[in-house]
């Protein structure tokens, strides 16, 4: 039977180094793309996913009996990000390209047959859900980030943003109407 | 439906409310449509979130991260716990002596970079006169307040205005033109504001992963209380991305004394292309940023009701003075010119080459649709006589449509239908080719021109803007004009194109919708197409016993040394059939000292006070289109001329240069305000039959929500000007 998370750290602490990269493989996929959304640029989402791992597995982490252990990387996640955007911030900024022009959306030169096509619409419409999701301010970005890309419910959501459950309720709202104004024109065409 | 009710369904939505709440939720649907549209609007949100996927961490990233837990791990096995923690303890230690070192080494540098961006500490961008309040009301959401934060990619407009200007200046400007000056965002309030917060981006690597593991364990040690942490605060401030958008850098005219330069030459400009894109600007709730804004080309941009010249000659001169609006103390002085509007008969035929950037920068709606539709538009008016080539540039140039009379216009205008954009772009092969086709269908004595049609991103090829332009130069003597049409947003080479126009004896555009393109491809296509004088320049020499100071308003790019207005060889302006130009200049009388004035007096050439009542002279010479040699007419201006207020048209021409100074916050404006622009345009308004004016008067409401009136650098006292010019 598959071990739960928990108990492969456990096995970690009691001296099984492999635990660690079963750890790793099962949630280095949501906790990149986590870092990409709250960010917006893939460096500097893989410096920081590097990052959290690091920090979880030098014996730092003391299970807790209540909170699950995803729960509680998405939560060290969430301030690793926090971070990484501040100390971006903090040089003034025009050294680093912003969110997305390096790597995060490849350059890409288009192929004239390919102009006319569904693909290029919906990558174009990609490219402007990302933009509105990273301009949210960004309490709302990692509360709706959480729900609408990882399925959080509202009261992981508060443990994880460190916030009570009302305030989710209202971060997730305010953002919701911010995105319901950016994205009016693609929303129109969705049929549920 | 009230926001307590849309909060409600927007938890509702995903299963987050108590029972209560929920019944609560469930009456709201069953009873309100309004609540039903909001429920489906979710989730459509959700839907339309959906389209970006989630992505794969890069191999190489994930090979590394797989290296270094291993060795991390080894490393921390649990045999060598207590070495483990001596070692942990001895790197805290120095992590911490680190940390303090790299913050204080920091704040040495920050000063001197954030003098304009803002105190990083606080994260509130600095309280600047010129900081946009992002609290816009937005035309379409009347009532209600958003705080509104752009999403477009071209928003240089609102980021902190003055950091982006003033780090230009410091900064490299080839740093700034290139683009690489990105956002100067700012994350608020430090969330947790604990011992870590302060990470310093200047702390070295090995310091840096020192402090993470000094984080790890302060993230554990707070980890139980952190259910328990107070709420975010709410507030968070940004400010927004920069883009590449290029704008030529100049600087402001300044007072000039009389003494010192009684002459003042510049060179005429009929390009309306800045006014367009201000217009752009605001119409998406933007400022644009102050190189944008021309504001010769603002006003220009309007037509004014000059007289026709008379006696063959090909322009009217009309001279007013006036007081001017926003400084009272000062006069202002309008120059007007109108050329001729030969007969239709007698207009010559037209050679015209669409050479048209078909790359894929120009699939916009706003870029090769609109040119399509303006080029049939304007296609729709030609004579049997006048000729069309068409030439397409993207990867490579290529003729699309040879020399075609405008009696075919079938085959014309098929020809346009058929355009697609893709591929990369070199301008510069397309601007050959299109120049050696109009050479090829050369009219003798007609109107031979190439229209360029781009968003100015030439990325492939010779882009070098002094190799282009030194071919457009040469070009131009073989007697081929050259208009620009310029298109498109945030990758817009404004600089570019307004070089090209100039050294290509051309006009140059904005188009920003269809109506422009209709002003300047219909009703305008006369002055747009037919040179009626080229190398038109203006003199002026005001006379020092009457004027003390004097300012040219705009022209900026324009202004040329004294000695080229006698100089035939000195290219300048064109002015085409029915163009009217306006300059305005801003007058300061003698005996009036609010005007700081760089050079002191002369000692020993004083000029004696002659032609007492005579305030100035304006000169003019212009050569015919096909002409080598300049004509001059003069005109002095005298007192008697002097208006209270400007009036009509002068008013509305003062108004626009007014409102130019405003949005780029000109150190010369004075008492300008938005409010006296209002006032002044809704007075001068006049017969606006094509609805320009009142788009403008629209502008200026926009503006005045998104612009901070500061007053001018120069205060004034009040004063009776009339007292000092003896009335």
């Known amino acids: 039977m598959e071990r739960t998370d928990e108990e492969l750290i456990r096995a970690y602490a009691s001296g099984e180094p492999d635990a660690v990269g079963l750890l790793f493989a099962r949630h280095k996929g949501s906790i990149f793309n986590f870092a990409l959304r709250l960010i917006g640029n893939r460096a500097d989402a893989e410096d920081v996913t590097s990052d959290i791992f690091l920090q979880l597995f030098n014996r730092r982490y003391q299970p807790i009996p209540q909170v699950k252990f995803t729960t509680w990387l998405f939560a060290v996640a969430r301030n690793a990000c926090l971070s990484r955007i501040r100390s971006r911030n903090m040089l003034g900024s025009f050294w680093f390209k912003r969110d997305g022009e390096d790597g995060f959306e490849e350059q890409e030169v288009v192929d004239p047959a390919e102009n006319q096509g569904e693909a290029l619409r919906s990558k174009e419409k990609a490219k402007m859900v990302k933009r509105a999701v990273l301009d949210l301010p960004h309490p709302q970005k990692e509360a709706l980030i959480l729900r609408e890309y990882f399925s959080k419910d509202y009261a992981e959501i508060a443990v994880i943003l460190g916030c009570s459950l009302d305030n989710v309720k209202v971060l997730i709202f305010r953002g919701r109407e911010r995105l319901r104004i950016s994205l009016a024109a693609w929303m129109k065409e969705e049929t549920l | ?102 913050k204080r080494g920091i704040q040495g540098r920050l000063k001197q970079a954030t003098n304009d961006i803002g105190d990083q500490y606080s994260a509130k961008p600095k309280s600047d006169g010129r900081l946009r309040d992002r609290n816009v009301k937005r035309p379409d959401n009347t009532g209600s307040t958003l705080q509104y934060d752009a999403y477009y990619t071209n928003t240089s407009v609102l980021t902190d205005k003055s950091s982006t200007r003033r780090a230009s200046g410091y900064v490299d400007a080839t740093v700034y033109s290139s683009g690489l000056m990105r956002d100067t965002r700012v994350i608020g309030t430090d969330v947790n504001n604990d011992s870590w917060g302060g990470e310093s981006p200047a702390v070295t690597q090995k310091a840096k992963h020192e402090i993470n593991d000094q984080y790890a364990m302060a993230s554990a040690a707070n980890y139980k209380g952190f259910l328990n942490k107070s709420p975010i605060p709410d507030q968070y401030q940004y400010n927004i991305p920069s883009n590449t958008e290029e704008y030529p850098f100049f600087n402001e005219n300044e007072f000039l004394t009389t003494d010192q330069n009684p002459l003042s030459t510049f060179s005429t400009d009929v390009d309306t292309a800045s006014y367009s894109n201000l217009r752009r600007y605001l119409t998406q709730n933007q400022v644009p940023p102050q190189d944008a804004v021309r504001l010769e080309e603002m006003i220009n941009y309007f037509s004014y009701n000059y ?52 790359s894929g920068s120009m699939q916009d709606n706003n870029k090769l649709p609109l040119l399509k539709e303006g080029f049939k538009m304007m296609v729709r008016q030609l004579r049997p006589e006048d000729r069309v080539s068409i030439v397409v540039y993207a990867g490579y140039a290529g003729k699309v449509l040879d020399t075609t009379s405008g009696y075919d216009k079938e085959a014309i205008l098929s020809a346009i239908d058929n355009l697609q954009a893709g591929g990369s772009t070199a301008g510069n092969e397309g601007i050959q080719l299109a120049y050696r086709t109009a050479r090829e269908s050369f009219i003798r004595g007609g109107n031979n021109r190439v229209i360029l049609a781009t968003d100015g991103d030439f990325n492939v090829g010779i882009s070098d803007i002094g190799l282009l332009t030194n071919m457009i130069e040469e070009k131009r003597q073989e007697g081929v004009f050259l208009t620009i049409l310029g298109v498109g947003n945030g990758n817009y080479k404004d600089d570019r194109l307004q070089s090209l126009a100039d050294k290509g004896n051309g006009n140059y555009f904005y188009l920003d919708s269809i109506r422009e393109a209709q002003k300047v491809l219909v009703h305008e296509l006369g002055s747009t197409l037919f040179t009626i004088a080229k190398d038109v320049k203006i003199q002026v020499e005001f006379n020092p016993s009457q004027v003390k100071a004097y300012r040219l308003l705009g022209y900026e790019k324009r202004v040329m040394a004294k000695q080229d207005f006698n100089n035939d060889a000195k290219d300048a302006g064109e002015i085409g059939a029915g163009h009217t130009v306006t300059a305005l200049y801003e007058l300061v009388p003698p005996g009036v000292n609010d005007v700081p004035v760089s050079v002191d007096e002369l000692k020993y050439s004083r000029t004696q006070p002659s032609f007492g009542e005579e305030v100035l002279t304006v000169k003019l010479r212009y050569k015919e289109p096909d002409g080598n040699v300049s004509k001059l007419i003069t005109k002095p201006v005298g007192k008697g001329w002097l208006q209270m207020e400007p009036s009509g048209d002068f008013a509305w021409a003062a108004a626009v240069a007014e409102f130019g100074m405003l949005v780029k916050d000109s150190a010369s404006r004075s008492k300008a305000s938005f409010d ?35 007053s001018g650098q120069i205060n004034f006292k009040g004063g009776n000007q009339d007292e000092r010019w003896g009335y």
């Open chain 2, 1 to 102: 439906m009230n926001e307590h009710d849309k909060l409600l369904i927007s938890a509702y939505v995903d299963g987050a409310l108590s029972p209560e709440d929920a019944v609560r939720a469930k009456q709201l649907l069953a009873g309100n449509p309004a609540c039903r549209a909001y429920y489906d609007d979710i989730r459509k949100l959700s839907i339309s979130l959906s389209v970006v996927k989630d992505e794969q961490l890069s191999p190489d990233a994930e090979i590394q991260i797989i290296q270094r837990l291993h060795k991390e791990t080894t490393y921390m096995k649990p045999k060598t716990w207590k070495t483990a923690a001596t070692v942990c303890v001895i790197l805290i230690i120095t992590a911490l002596a680190l940390q303090t070192y790299a």
């Open chain 2, 307 to 358: 007289p026709n010249p008379k006696n063959g000659e090909p322009f009217s001169i009309t001279t007013d003075l006036a007081v001017c609006p926003w400084a009272k103390k000062h006069l202002l002085l309008r120059i007007g010119l109108k050329g001729r509007v030969p007969d239709e008969e007698k207009l010559p035929a037209s050679n015209l080459v669409f050479l048209i950037d078909v």
């Open chain 2, 676 to 710: 006296h622009v209002l006032k002044a345009t809704k007075s001068a308004k006049g017969d606006d039959r094509s609805g320009q004016r009142q788009e403008f008067i629209d502008m200026v409401e926009t503006a005045q929500n998104l612009v901070p009136e500061n």
